[in-house]
């Protein structure tokens, strides 16, 4: 079942979805709400003498904590659904609260401030230009990095790294 937020599947109330804000979570509103991690895995053998390695293709829908999707290769070897504590404050003003999690979104998080920095290293570069052709956008992406590693790299010899 796909659900975008302008469009709801059909037979199913606008109130039992989580898009509005303020309606209680109970049995009925968790008909748009997926208890386990939506995971699809592909396992890929590779014919006998093929110089290629056999690999594990991974697919992980996280709807429950949001619309996040990470989809990965030979990165989970597992993808468990469990509850992980957090904590805030300290002596008798600390809070305790769990999270739901699973492997998949633990990676997620742990990784995702790469991105971010990335994104903060290319905003010096200024490969932007204004076009209709939407492969442009990808493309100057693409030549960002490629600047950025191949200066790093620079830096890294000219140090003696």
Not at 14 to 27: E, N, R, S, T, W
């Amino acid at each position: 079942m796909t659900c975008r937020r302008d469009r709801l599947p059909e037979g199913i109330p606008k109130d039992a979805f989580h898009y509005l804000k303020g309606i209680k979570v109970d049995h009925r509103t968790r008909v748009a709400r997926f208890e386990q991690p939506i995971v699809a895995v592909k396992h890929v053998n590779q014919k006998e003498g093929s110089e290629k390695k056999n690999y594990t293709r991974t697919h992980v829908s996280f709807q429950s904590t949001g619309g996040t999707n990470i989809s990965s290769v030979n990165a989970l070897s597992e993808n468990v659904l469990y509850v992980r504590e957090r904590k805030k404050g300290r002596g008798e003003q600390q809070r305790k609260w769990g999270i739901e999690m699973c492997n998949a979104r633990e990676l997620y998080l742990k990784n995702y401030s790469a991105v971010d920095k990335m994104d903060q290293a290319l905003i010096n570069w200024r490969v932007t230009y204004r076009s209709w052709r939407w492969w442009h956008a990808p493309m100057r992406h693409g030549k960002a990095i490629a600047m950025s590693m191949a200066y790093q790299l620079y830096l890294q010899c000219t140090e003696g790294g």
